[in-house]
């Protein structure tokens, strides 16, 4: 399996507390596979992964693989306080006929990396698919360090790095590995870094603004790795990032891209417990934003 371009952290549409918004996520899927992305990640930071019920979990992802038909590699987060859970979920995918697993580091107390690295050892004979590591250590508090993916090389099973540090000396760092693994494949997942991290080497991005405008990320992406100027298409991307900054909340990133889709009428905009949807004065500027961008995107 060869993984590039754009992945959108696919976000989860939901009606209620514990019900899927299943007519929008139907609508979603077909909205991003036409804006030409390159696979679909479900259960990320941008599907709310932490707050979901593990039945509306196997749901999502039986729903989301069903819908996809092998179009494009459906990839699912497994992440989990409990090495339980997280082995449930990745057979889960595999049973629903999914490409690959994305791992963070397990959050709330945090591990050494001695103890993060036995925990892989220990977990990857027990999963049924390809593994993509996740470093996302604003949210779990913990990074993969280089050393620690350097000394991870000889898993077979797994196939690369998504990286939302927004570090970029880290993502040059570990993309040196890739003299020893030449399979593994490197995302960033901080949009405004995307020219940045595919000058360095990295394979594409894992971008929540794909959600909205699928397209324009594909295109960007696809302009910047065939030698083409993809200035104008990341200027529209950063005019866009304004909208990131609505509110006060950390929620805000989600709230944006789903009150956007709510905007283009794909999905609804609920938002999981603790968190809620913008309310009238938010939405108006978000719609502001996305008007500004439509038009030429």
Request: proline share 6%.
């Amino acid at each position: 399996m060869t993984l590039k371009g754009i992945i959108v952290p696919l976000i989860t549409p939901l009606s209620d507390r514990d019900t899927l918004d299943q007519d929008g996520l139907a609508r979603l899927v077909e909205h991003v596979i036409s804006g030409g992305v390159h696979g679909i990640f479900i259960l990320g930071t941008s599907g709310e992964l932490p707050h979901l019920s593990y039945r509306l979990r196997r749901e999502l992802i039986t729903r989301v693989c069903a819908l996809v038909k092998n179009r494009v590699p459906v990839l699912v987060g497994i992440s989990d306080t409990a090495f339980i859970e997280t082995v449930n979920l990745a057979r889960h995918a595999a049973d629903a006929g999914a490409d690959a697993l994305v791992l963070t580091t397990p959050y709330y107390f945090p591990a050494g990396q001695t103890e993060l690295t036995d925990y892989l050892h220990h977990l990857l004979p027990e999963l049924p698919l390809p593994v993509m590591l996740y470093n996302m250590p604003a949210l779990t508090k913990i990074w993969f360090e280089t050393d620690t993916l350097k000394a991870l090389t000889d898993q077979e099973k797994i196939i690369g790095l998504k990286d939302s540090s927004g570090d970029l000396d880290y993502l040059a760092d570990a993309l040196t590995l890739k003299k020893e693994r030449p399979d593994w494949t490197f995302f960033v997942g901080p949009e405004a870094l995307l020219l940045d991290a595919l000058a360095l080497g990295a394979d594409g991005g894992v971008t929540g603004g794909a959600n909205v405008l699928p397209a324009l990320f594909s295109r960007t992406c696809e302009k910047a790795t065939s030698g083409q100027s993809p200035t104008a298409d990341m200027a529209q991307i950063r005019s866009g990032q304004a909208a990131y900054d609505i509110g006060n909340y950390a929620s805000r990133h989600i709230k944006t891209m789903k009150c956007g889709l709510s905007l283009l009428k794909i999905c609804d905009d609920f938002m999981a417990e603790p968190f809620h949807r913008y309310k009238a004065p938010e939405r108006a500027q978000v719609a502001t934003i996305l008007n500004s961008i439509l038009p030429s995107s």
